[in-house]
């Protein structure tokens, strides 16, 4: 691999000048292993001059103890280079017992100091930019973090082993409301409690053992951070892409502020601090204009992104083609709509505004006032997901006006409903109840009429005929016709195959008693009456059919509606309301119409008619990124009464936020409270001008890290050029599902806006995605510190080491699916790391097994083989399996350790192998192992190269061959692998087992492939 070779110049100049790493008053280890024998490590092979390191005067006085030197004389016995004495990364007595606690801080340490992850631009090495979530600043790394973080810096560790420069980052999404709340809590400046959590953080993110380049830690709270994000802000607004506009914001009525979305609480949406319930206020807020990138956002080619992430993404954008259609209302409003069937446009039987809608005031009648404003105020408490939520029961109240539908002419009346949202669409709806499940339900339960205009594609039509209301003779009439049905206490249910429609009409006109009727309901809408047949096809016919059932049936006379009258019928149910794409019905000209057309044919027609036309919407909406919250990056604007909002000059940033406030639990922010930190002048005219006071959304921080990761510390742009050009874009992505549509989505779309402001280049941020699972406690319950099943990392880490505990983690589960955690599942992992420490670290009592040819045959196929497997696994981002074929290949070593095999070559290729297959998992004590296989002079386990396989070697000696007779599978043979036709053909047909079945015959053909299958064709 030629990448580690050109880096190993460098380093061991580095490691050269680099002062001995062991402070003279160091203690020695707690618990030096004074075992009697501490083996050496690799004994026959070595030709190398084995002679007592010579160490260091300070170095001699680390080790001051005689257990200490013995075991340091007696490791040196690996092969020491010739300067050895000059620097030991660290001079300290080796222990043969696996003591975690005590190389783990070592190793980090001295990788620091080496700077070992250092990502440098090398044009000459190709590069991969593997980037992982960075972790919000709550004060606390839990199994979470490790979960998705470990596995990730192996599988980086495990690219860099494969050549590639990797740059792999760390950093902390500092902004946010915790902080704001510990503040009023404790009476601290948000400030000084994020950085005491970044402090503890990291070294909780040290103790990973992760090849972390903390060179380029980035923090979103930092001035130095947030002067950039402040620019990209600026960016936007000057390309139109930020704007400012009332939208609503949950409002405490009585605390007399806004509240974010974590505090309000519960299903009546009350204020997390004095129970009151919350009321949606308009506010002027910010917004990003992500919807102009929505077709972009839909179209994921070229990145290799899990298929639920694409899903979540396109449901989220909710891409939706169809057409706009101009109602107006009776004062001659416009009154718009849009809708992805305007194929049923004349099954619009009324209209429903949202609550917000502003035509909601002019058409209300007076009458309807009060009952309409009390609606619209419990509308204005709940959340839209609440109000659109698919289970909720629909309400709705009847404003008085009416809109005239542009096809036809009808005036239909206009309802206001809690489901429709003002932000979705135009904030108005035309309802078509026939044919949408939300309108079907509203219309019965308000008895408001309900006209079918598109036809079944099922052909369901469907007659009951009421005992009383026919002659005689029906049944036998039906039967002789073969028209089925059910008789049901003397009432006949029928269903009419659709070409006796008009065969049964006849049948039942003939049969009908005086002063009754008739009616069929699914593909055809018709009421027979004695004097003639009526169509329900239009509002006007449902009212007149309607009225005349009702002179002619008492019992009918309670409905409002002609469907809510055979509603009634259980037997009518399935055939009443469908939402098919079939051909228009009572549609007018356009009845006939086949379904395949229709949409776009009427789409096309309401163009020509000056009425709508076709078009594309969104479920997507504008980014609102206004938090009327401190700590957040404030917006750097200010609104001056003669220019308007003005963004402050790029050189003044960043706008730094005040330390000198107050903490009041009034929720409001103290930016708005402080007496002077919004005065500013405008930047245009001098005059007195006042500074926003909504800081942003951290999800605004957190689209453009992984940027800000390229150079944090440029105090000139907000990354370097030359760092962009050669790392971006992130070559893999790791992090959570959660973060689909809201993250995932925003950086996305902020790239795109950076490239089209000439800022980034490229289509997309980040080329590969992978998320991680989740972890469960061990009931198998979602991690809570209520339910006490909470795993906490730093615990583990004590009792087991890192090393361990990233092993356990990449082993337990599948990594995209995770499961519930098991302590005994760790201990058993932790057992492996300990027996793969025995391995390589002591020497076996006993040596002395024969072993043979076959047995050295079988371990170099076993090294082989593992590598091949590791390796495989590694590129899919299979971790579970990683670690089991690596235990695997332990169990066979141990198979070996006590024979004559142990020290040979290929022992010592195969543990070697071991060590460097592993070195991604457990990073700590491979390193170790690595130094005192090599000698302290060698380089770091983690500066090699990945093994490579051969796949010669790796190959089975025996393969099972399937043998099938007539291609039924009837025996199966071992044999050698790479055998030919021929002689696979012989032996097979040899076997008692197969000649059973030929019964004396010789095969006609014989279908061969090679290590697989014979198939012998009788
Ligand atoms: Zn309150
Ligand atoms: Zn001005």
Redesign the pocket.
Known sequence: MPSTKKNTKPDKKRAVRKPPAQPIKRKAPAKPTARKRSAPIKPAPLKASVKPKVLKPQAISVVKTAQALVVKSETSLMKVPAQAEKTAPDAKPESAAYQPEIIEPKWQKAWDQAGLYRAVIDRSRKKFYALTMLPYSSGDLHIGHWYAMTPSDARARFMRMRGWNVMFPVGFDAFGLPAENAAIKRGIHPKKWTYSNIDHMRGQLRAMGSMWDWEREAVSCDPEYYRWTQWFFIQLFKHGLAYKKLSPVDWCPNCNTTLAREQVWGDDRHCERCETPVIKKNLDQWFFRITKYAEELLDFAGIDWPERVRTLQTNWIGRSAGARVSFRTEADDPLEVFTTRPDTLWGATFMVLAPEHPLVETLTTPERKAEVAAYVQQALRQSDIQRESADKEKTGVFTGGFAVNPVNGVRIPVWIADYVVITYGTGAIMAVPAHDRRDFDFALKYGLPILPVINRTDGLTKSFALAKTMKPGLAEALRAEAIPFEEREGSLCITIPAEKIDRYIEIARARLQPGCWNEIVGTRWQFIFDDGVCDWDSIDSEQEILARCQELEPNVRGKRSLMEMVWSLEFYRDALFHDQNGEMIHSGEFSGTPGAAAVKKVAEWLTVRNAGGPTVSYRLRDWLISRQRFWGAPIPLVR?P??GQ?PVPEDQLPILLPDDVEWKPTGESPLKLHPTWARAK?P??G?E?ERETDTMDTFMCSSWYHLRYLSPKNDRAAFDPAEYDYWMPVDCYTGGIEHATMHLIYTRFFHKACRDMGITRGPEPMLQLRNQGIILGEDSEKMSKSRGNVIAPDVLVKKFGADTVRAYLMFFARWDQGAPWSSTGIEGTHRWINRIWGLAANAPKHTSAPADEHAARTLTRATHQTIRRVTRDFERFEFNTIISGLMEFTNTLYKYRETSLYGSPEWEQAIDSLLLLAAPVAVHMTEELWRRRKGPQAESVHRQAWPVYDPALAAEDEVTIVIQVNGKVRERLKLPAGIGKEEACTLALANEGVKKWLEGKTPRQVIFVPDKLINLVL
């Open positions: 001056c003669v220019h003005v405008c245009v005219c005059g001008a």
